[in-house]
């Protein structure tokens, strides 16, 4: 790439794809977030301060670790883990809460709301919303709520309000209608926290910035542990937050490969996945941004299916559209029997359980490991720990808790 | 003249609010739409307001969520939804259809083959909810090249900046949501209405509708003083819900009642 990577525009496109495709009423409220946003952020008060709670209070930097047990049995290239997994909550999603929750205490807002697929980012809000004093209601879709009921628990342990969804197919995606709605009821009072870097601007920006320290990190780490920088770095992508968390600050960098991985659900030819770039669906616009979606020919929104409730989504955020377009990022998609193979794997041989989310861009590294030299390096981002998933896991292995 | 132009002058010179019903299309079923487009047409409709239904609609409540969910169980797509007004106009050639839905739809038809198939069923004028006029540049564009008016919406919360964008962009009237909130949330709070129209009336000459909250004669009396236009919706669509016998009947009988009520209030 020549030019220096600079997204999106100051309307929020990403090439064709972002902007704002909102009802009225709640444009006045993005724009003052924008507004509020560009201040914060170019405030070093700010910066300063979020900063202090990530190291203090998440626990950051979170390590990066060699799985050299697991690299060796698959007998390639070594895979290195971006441990955030290892963050307070157990994910990267608190990286975001925690910047929009002080955006949130800046605009005055007492009360937060925010939607939630598998929980984690449902935690990370209850969690801040529980440090700074704030009323919080988390939307989840009803399935949702059944799949992945310790971090349901884990909520309301933390003060939250959690709505199960029933409307629609009951999962992420009607958790963030119902939010919308939340939203344009109680606008002046309430700041909604996405927890996905998509939605409309300057949602996707903002969560981009508030999630970009997990590359910067990377970068130093990588540096001091083998003296380079990996050959390619592997996220899986729901709606994206930690996949372009990591793969922002290497977007310039050449020879780095940026792999996004999707949930290909019972297989991407099957039509029952989630994996919108890879089964190369039409761009279309859903909540609040336009972005490549999965949806029929008359342009209503696909079911979509993956056994990981955080990638089970028919959108993706709008700059890994853009970044596929432009050719800097490539996606693949990893079915559910894949994803669980190496959830196991990673138990077994390097003693971490890993979320089922993330487990889909470990599966993509294994799977590449294996072709590629010894001396070459994958960084896989480990956005979360996979307690949640056990009572899933369990049921799919016929085990009664 | 547009055919909203023309029933909005012919009112406003009888000094007289438009009443626009709402229903969606293909609820309970694609069979029964126009026989009731009809009936609310003989209950005093001056516009119809025709939802598009779509599989995730954000900006309304629970009622017309369901009304969306129930025509989507008979397939009903956006081809299908004109496909009903074209048969509406089969008996019909003078009341404007307006088309409500979200942008998906509409950007998988394609902006211009929507706009041409819709003026060739006899839409008049569209309301894309989920796109404000930053988005709708160019789709505002193609539909008035075609001949459909853009309506837009205007918020409580909107501000003078932005309601002199929508000003520059709309044609037909624009719909002043009088709450923050979904589609069928609470009652609305006329005072605060007919200030905010005062204020709107500055910067926008074409006729602006209300709507959100308006459920009973009363109300759309109250509003019809204020306002060139009242808008019901969560309300008529209560009466789909409560089953398909008599609901022609129904739908024409309670519009009857706020279509006297409307025109004894004094402008």
Request: net charge negative; with cysteine.
């Amino acid at each position: 790439m020549s030019e220096i990577y600079q997204q999106p525009d100051v309307r929020g496109h990403f090439g064709p794809h972002g902007g704002i495709y909102v009802a009225e009423t709640l444009m006045p409220a993005l724009d003052e977030l924008r507004i509020e946003f560009e201040k914060a952020i170019k405030d070093p008060a700010f910066m300063d301060e979020y900063r202090y709670v990530l190291k203090h209070y998440v626990g950051r930097p979170s390590p990066v670790y060699h799985a050299e047990r697991w690299s060796n049995a698959l007998g390639g290239a070594q895979i290195y883990l971006k441990r955030e997994d290892l963050n307070h909550t157990g994910a990267h999603k608190v990286n975001n809460t925690i910047g929009q929750a002080l955006l949130a205490k800046r605009m005055g807002k007492k009360r937060v709301i925010a939607e939630t697929g598998a929980g984690q980012h449902g935690v990370a809000s209850a969690t801040v919303a529980a440090r700074y004093g704030m009323e919080c209601v988390v939307y989840m879709g009803a399935e949702d709520v059944v799949r992945q009921a310790p971090n349901v628990y884990r909520m309301k342990l933390l003060g939250a309000t959690v709505v199960p969804v029933t409307s629609g197919t009951k999962t992420l995606k009607d958790a963030m209608n119902e939010a919308m709605r939340d939203w344009v009821t109680n606008v002046d009072s309430t700041y909604y926290i996405i927890g996905t870097a998509a939605g409309p601007h300057p949602y996707p920006q903002l969560v981009r910035d508030f999630q970009v320290v997990i590359g910067e990190e990377c970068k130093v780490q990588m540096q001091e542990m083998i003296g380079r920088q990996p050959d390619a770095i592997l996220a899986c992508v729901g709606g994206g937050s930690n996949a372009i968390g990591i793969f922002y600050p290497y977007i310039d960098v050449p020879n780095v490969r940026l792999i996004g991985v999707e949930a290909g659900g019972d297989g991407v030819e099957t039509g029952r996945h989630a994996a919108p770039l890879t089964s190369n669906a039409k761009n279309g616009v859903l909540h609040g941004q336009r972005s490549y979606l999965m949806q029929d020919a008359d342009g209503q929104i696909s079911e979509t299916h993956s056994i990981s409730a955080g990638l089970d989504y028919p959108g993706v955020g709008p700059e890994h559209s853009h970044l596929k377009d432009i050719g800097r990022a490539e996606y693949v998609a990893i079915n559910d029997d894949e994803a669980l193979a190496a959830f196991h794997d990673l138990c077994l041989y390097e003693g971490i359980i890993p979320a089922l989310e993330s487990s889909h861009a470990l599966a993509q590294a294994a799977k590449m490991a294996k072709t590629m030299r010894k001396d070459e390096v994958l960084l896989v981002n480990l956005s979360g720990r996979g307690d949640k998933d056990i009572p899933t896991i369990a049921k799919m292995s016929g085990i009664q808790l | 003249m547009s055919r909203i132009q023309s029933v909005m002058q012919q009112l406003a010179a009888q000094n007289r609010a438009a009443l626009i019903p709402f229903i969606t299309a293909g609820d309970p079923r694609p069979e029964v739409t126009v026989e009731l487009m009809h009936a609310l047409v003989d209950g005093g409709a001056d516009v119809i307001e025709l939802g598009v239904p779509f599989s995730d609609p954000m900006a309304d409540g629970p009622v017309i969520q369901r009304a969306s969910e129930r025509a989507l169980l008979h397939q009903v797509s956006l081809r299908r939804v004109l496909e009903l007004v074209a048969d509406f106009r089969q008996n019909n050639a003078t009341t404007p259809v307006v088309l409500m839905g979200y942008a998906n739809p509409v950007e998988a038809m394609g902006y211009d083959v929507f706009a041409q198939a819709a003026v060739a069923a006899g839409v008049d004028g569209v309301l894309t909810v989920d796109m404000p006029p930053e988005e709708a540049l160019e789709s505002a564009k193609i539909f008035k090249a075609r001949g459909l008016d853009p309506i837009f919406l205007l918020a409580p919360t909107t501000p003078a900046s932005r309601v002199k964008a929508v000003a520059e962009l709309a044609s037909g009237y624009v719909y002043y949501v009088s709450l923050k909130g979904v589609t069928g949330s609470a009652n609305l709070d006329v005072a605060d209405v007919a200030a905010k129209l005062a204020v709107l009336k500055q910067f926008i000459s074409i006729p602006i509708g209300v709507g959100f909250g308006i459920r009973d004669a009363q109300t759309a009396q109250a509003v019809a003083k204020v306002a060139d236009a009242v808008v019901i919706g969560s309300r008529l669509v209560q009466e789909v819900e409560l089953g398909e016998a008599g609901l022609a009947e129904r739908l024409r009988t309670f519009l009857s009642e706020v279509r006297i009520a409307m025109d004894s209030a004094r402008r």
